[in-house]
């Protein structure tokens, strides 16, 4: 029988390198989406793909190996993601920054899972890791190109959703909540563990019919 076949991009470090870890604990067979090669230490259990996913290119040779060694992808973890700009609001907010951001944290989700659904069937899943920041119901002035760019993910998570429910997949967006990360610094509340227990949640415990939400520690959150 053959195992579960996942994909983490942003696995080098923080939470895509701790959810690609227990996801080889759970037996699944897992890829790490790396975009520096070079700076990849290795997990047991976990193999490296070489993936930018603010540059097409990269995702189509990526999409084209994984389909060529393992014929299908069960599960995408859209973990990759930016935060370049921690102060300021909307009226100093630098539209070229605003750009790249939305490259990495809304387009980059977008292009891989057009790239990796053809190769999902029914069953599979895909989890967009966003942010608490994108609610459009909890507003303020905190990193607006961030927050901006996880509105747009969630709205893409909707869309993604609708697209595949003919075909049996799931698509949900999810909040790890503000984890000790190189991005959440050392003063936020909560462990790596316990921000990847909020996305593993959506891969491994959620039932099927789940799909189109936004949710926290299996709870689902406002818009
Ligand atoms: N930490 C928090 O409090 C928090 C809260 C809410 C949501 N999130 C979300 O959780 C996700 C992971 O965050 P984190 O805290 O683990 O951040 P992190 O420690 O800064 O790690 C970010 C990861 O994304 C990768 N990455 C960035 N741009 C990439 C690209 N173009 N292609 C491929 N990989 C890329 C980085 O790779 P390199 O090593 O190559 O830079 C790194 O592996 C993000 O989507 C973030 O927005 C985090």
Not at 71 to 87: E, S
Not at 115 to 124: N, W
Not at 133 to 147: D, F, R, V
Not at 196 to 207: E, F, G, K, N
Request: net charge positive.
């Amino acid at each position: 029988m053959s195992t579960t076949i996942s994909l983490v991009t942003g696995a080098s470090r923080g939470l895509g390198r701790e959810v690609a870890r227990r996801l080889a604990e759970e037996g699944h067979t897992v890829l790490a989406g790396v975009r520096y090669p070079a700076r990849w230490s290795p997990l047991p259990g976990v193999e490296m793909v070489e993936l930018d996913v603010a540059d097409p290119a990269s995702i189509q040779a990526a999409a084209a190996q994984v389909k060529s060694r393992f014929g299908h992808l069960d599960v995408l973890v859209n973990n990759a993601g930016i935060l370049l700009d921690p102060t300021g609001d909307a009226l100093s907010m630098d539209v070229d920054l605003l750009r790249r951001t939305l490259e990495t944290n809304s387009l980059g989700p977008l292009r891989v899972a057009q790239a990796f659904a053809p190769m999902m069937a029914k069953g599979g899943r895909i989890v967009n890791v966003s942010s608490g920041g994108g609610q459009l119901s909890a507003p303020s002035t905190w990193s607006p190109a961030y927050c901006v760019s996880k509105t747009a993910l969630n709205a893409i998570t909707v869309q993604l959703a609708e697209a595949l429910k003919p075909r049996g997949i799931a698509v949900n967006a999810v909040c790890p909540g503000w984890v000790r990360t190189d991005m959440g610094g050392p003063g936020a509340p909560r462990s790596l563990a316990e921000g990847a227990d909020s996305i593993l949640w959506l891969v491994l415990r959620a039932t099927h019919d789940l799909t189109g939400g936004f949710w926290r520690d299996g709870k689902r959150l406002a818009w």
